[in-house]
């Protein structure tokens, strides 16, 4: 007598719902996941009313710290490096935008030298970077000397 085999079917993984369970938590940490690009000198930016954002692929960031340090494009410089990368910048090309990033607290007299160095090696496209916020230029209380 002949017994018919019985024929299991080949198994099949259903790999659909973890490629959505992934997915998720894909989508998930990229939602939540904060992206901040802190420069290497912490800096307190003045409040402006304004918030119009002026930025450039070849543009050169200066940061002036509380101290007085300067960083270009993050890296910590002194003045004579300082005078070497915006020269390089101004042989590049004189329209590159030269952005202060200038710690509130920073002497007035800081960022006017910075600004003359620039000046002076061809570059005179500068602005001064402000965070947006409510503007202290007039009617705020007086700091005083």
Do not use: C, N, Y
């Not at 019985?6 to 904060?34: E, G």
């Not at 270009?72 to 590049?92: G, I, K």
């Not at 402000?130 to 009617?139: D, K, P």
Request: hydrophobic letters at 45%.
């Amino acid at each position: 007598m002949r017994f018919a085999r019985l024929r299991r079917p080949d198994p099949i993984i259903d790999v659909s719902p973890m490629i959505d369970i992934v997915f998720q938590l894909v989508l998930f940490f990229m939602v939540s996941t904060t992206f901040v690009s802190a420069p290497g000198l912490e800096v307190e930016l003045p409040r402006a009313s304004t918030d119009e954002v002026l930025a450039e692929r070849d543009d050169v960031s200066v940061w002036i710290g509380a101290d007085g340090s300067v960083a270009v494009d993050e890296e910590p410089v002194d003045l004579a490096e300082l005078r070497l990368r915006l020269r390089r910048a101004a042989e590049r090309d004189r329209g590159t935008l030269v952005i202060l990033k200038a710690d509130q607290g920073v002497p007035h007299g800081r960022v006017v030298t910075v600004m003359d160095l620039a000046r002076t090696l061809g570059l005179e496209r500068i602005a001064i970077a402000t965070e947006a916020g409510a503007g202290e230029a007039g009617g705020g209380e007086d700091e005083g000397p």
